[in-house]
């Protein structure tokens, strides 16, 4: 886990054009701090590494880096885990898989994360995320939802399901959901997505079948849904080619990886349209 920070520069001035394409499916990260992505990119895999000490939590052992190249300085979190525990696979490399992959849906729930060597080792590099807190500390101490930011944190939680079902992402928690000061929700940690076993090419994380279930109050379980999901995801959804998500991930996945998210793809589209179904399109998709 790594803690909260500052992650746009005050100082730094707003690019004179914003980045080229479709607007943003979400005001996660608000259009300044989009076009701002390529230049931190290459601030972090270029800048000097001036300090550095390790995070001291989260059993990945990060560290955090701070960064200066001229008059800019800023601080990252670098990771170079690579292990199997258990069966779960936990790879550094499936971090910049998820902030590109978030780049090509235009999801902007992910700081820039690129690949830095540190001490002699390649590992990721994310930006130090901006956030007022986490969702474990909004719920352990009971840190009420404004009412004007109830309707963006709920359509938030269900987007975040779809994408993690589409990643095969079941390490979500409560302490890598952050929100801002003005409750946009910022996602980080994804080294045990992309899974690949064949659980996870058949089924969801999240959805009527889900893996994921919750306790009904009951003494049973039911299933943790995704109940309203931006339009324009799910045309994006409905759109994606496998050689569209081999381009954006680069080396970062293998073969089987790739596989197994364009797998998920029609298991997710038959969720969503079965909501459809059921509840009418008009209560189910939204627009940005």
């Not at 992505?37 to 001291?56: H, Q, S, Y």
């Not at 963006?152 to 994408?163: G, H």
């Not at 997710?268 to 459809?276: G, P, Q, T, V």
């Amino acid at each position: 886990m790594r803690l909260s920070g500052r992650v746009w520069a005050a100082a730094l001035a707003v690019s004179a054009a914003l980045a080229a394409g479709a607007a943003p499916l979400t005001a996660q990260f608000r259009p300044e701090e989009i076009a701002q992505r390529e230049m931190w990119e290459n601030f972090m895999r270029t800048a000097e590494i001036i300090k550095f000490e390790p995070v001291g939590e989260g059993v990945t052992h990060p560290w955090k880096l701070t960064l200066r190249r001229g008059d800019v300085e800023h601080k990252a979190v670098w990771k170079n885990i690579d292990i199997l525990d258990g069966e779960i696979p936990d790879r550094w490399r499936f971090e910049i898989a998820a902030y590109r992959l978030d780049k090509l849906l235009g999801l902007n729930m992910i700081p820039p994360v690129v690949e830095r060597e540190f001490r002699g080792k390649p590992g990721d590099l994310s930006l130090w995320a901006d956030n007022k807190f986490s969702l474990l500390k909004k719920e352990e101490e009971n840190i009420p939802t404004p009412e004007s930011a109830s309707a963006q944190v709920a359509a938030m939680k269900y987007l975040t399901r779809a994408w993690d079902c589409l990643i095969a992402n079941d390490d979500r928690t409560q302490q890598n959901i952050l929100y801002t000061e003005d409750w946009r929700t910022i996602l980080f940690d994804h080294s045990r997505a992309f899974r690949s076993d064949k659980d996870h090419r058949e089924r969801l994380i999240y959805g009527s079948n889900g893996i994921k279930t919750m306790d009904d109050g009951r003494g049973g379980r039911r299933p943790v849904l995704f109940r309203r999901l931006p339009r324009a995801f799910v045309e994006k959804i409905r759109s994606l080619e496998k050689a569209a998500v081999q381009a954006a991930v680069g080396p970062y996945l293998t073969e089987a990886e790739i596989d197994a998210l364009m797998a998920r793809k029609p298991i997710l589209l038959a969720e969503i349209d079965d909501m459809i179904k059921q509840e009418g399109e008009k209560a189910v998709l939204y627009l940005p």
